[in-house]
């Protein structure tokens, strides 16, 4: 049974950094390309960011580059997002999926792409 579990989320100030922590276990967790997704109160979930099963291309959303950095460490099948200088606007439920695939792809935030979930990690920015 595959599980996926996020944590390291938390409350921080505007300006402020945070780093979230997947682990995924009962699948090869290198055979699989991961992302990361987010859901704010009354808004539709949206992809932040996605790598590849050896980290070699990564994707993000327009909102975020260059202040998140999504990485990982399949020694210990753990996926991660660096969260730097951080707004407001970040306010969301963070989630940890597993891709169908190897590859992230063009249409990497497409969530029928995605096979396994976690239950998330809250994230709250205060001005």
């Known amino acids: 049974q595959v599980q996926v579990v996020e944590s390291g989320g938390g409350l921080v100030q505007a300006g402020g950094s945070l780093r979230l922590s997947c682990t995924a276990s009962?699948?090869?967790?290198?055979?699989?390309?991961m992302g990361w997704f987010r859901q704010a109160p009354g808004k539709d979930r949206e992809g932040v960011s996605c790598i590849s099963r050896r980290g070699d291309y990564t994707y993000y959303a327009d909102s975020v580059k260059g202040r998140f950095t999504i990485s990982r460490d399949n020694t210990k099948n753990t996926l991660y997002l660096q969260m730097n200088s951080l707004k407001p606007e970040d306010t969301a439920m963070y989630y940890c999926?597993?891709?169908?695939?190897?590859?992230?792809?063009?249409?990497?935030?497409?969530?029928?792409?995605?096979?396994?979930w976690g239950q998330g990690t809250q994230v709250t920015v205060s001005s």
């Open positions: 999926a597993v891709r169908k695939t190897t590859y992230c792809l063009a249409s990497w935030s497409s969530f029928p792409s995605f096979a396994h």
């Open positions: 009962g699948l090869t967790f290198d055979d699989y390309a």
